[in-house]
């Protein structure tokens, strides 16, 4: 099959031939239709993610077709239309029995620590566990999305952060999770502020429901400027970017008994939680990793409905080899919404 693989960390992705991959006991292998380009493959291209060993193919924001199937699996057959959390939980460890998937003990990555889908196929084991069937009538490219950032910011809020209607959000970083968070968010009917220092991913989150704007440049105080916005504070603010700055913004600009979210990750975390503000606020810190499969029908509802939208989000698709040059300039945020490869 076709791939891009990383040979060396921060170096040239190489397109190239390798083995077809080949179904476990309890796997499948997916054709993949669609593939997301995510901030996380561009960590992992750099060297910055832990126990990947090279050569390797990343991607994790996934939707195809089930190619081959295991003789364990039971619920799929070949030609099923799916997708699957980039967290593939192995359903079987404690934090599995107890309904946490994505924090699963044994956890299974692909595009981490197993080769992903830059690639025209891809192995995803613990199928039963961890597959998610497609709607009719969505695109792979919008199913693309929902594996990673859609998922992440949807448990993030919803779950994690339990945002309310009225409360007011403050979201930090437009990106993939930013934009999916605003999304979201306003479905919560919460009052989200959108922050950001590209004027053109603001100008998508007032399109998308964001009641007011911040550009992280154009002012004194990122929290200051939440304060006033909000009238006191945010009551969730998730740093969905993954820095020291927005991090600490996060949780500056929540109101007494507010929640921080931390989706962003973040290589160099020095000094980035003002805890005093954390004491003195009574503040709650929430960490937030993925979503696990059998979450999915809540989402998926809010889809069918169209209360949630997620293929506004997907602004440009493009084939491997765009996608790999895309990918190597995630440094820069070139980007608007999420790009998605379409051809392999």
Known sequence: MKAAVIKEFGQPLVIEEVADPIASDNGVVVKVEANGICRSDWHTWMGHTPNVTLPHVPGHELAGTVKSVGRDVKNWKIGDRVTVPFVVAC??????????HQVCNNQFLPGFNAWG?????????YADVNLVALPEGMSYAAAASLGCRFTTAFRALVQQGKIAPGEWLAVHGCGGVGLSAIMIGVAAGAN????????EKLAFAKQLGAVALINANQVKSV?????GQSGGGAHVSLDALGSPITCRNSIRCLRTHGR?????????????VPMDRVISKELTLLGSQGM???KYPELLQMVAQGTLEPEKLVQNTVNL???VDILQSFDQFPSLGVTVITEF
Request: proline share 2%.
């Open 292 to 294: 696990a499969a059998y």
């Open 91 to 100: 359903g079987s460890c404690h934090q599995c029995h107890s309904g946490e």
């Open 223 to 227: 929290p200051g400027a939440i304060m």
């Open 321 to 323: 080899e765009q996608g």
């Open 192 to 199: 989200v502020i959108a922050v950001d220092i590209d004027d």
């Open 117 to 125: 889908s830059f690639a025209e196929e891809v192995a995803i084991n």
């Open 260 to 272: 921080h979210v931390q989706v962003g990750l973040m290589m160099d975390s020095t000094d980035a």
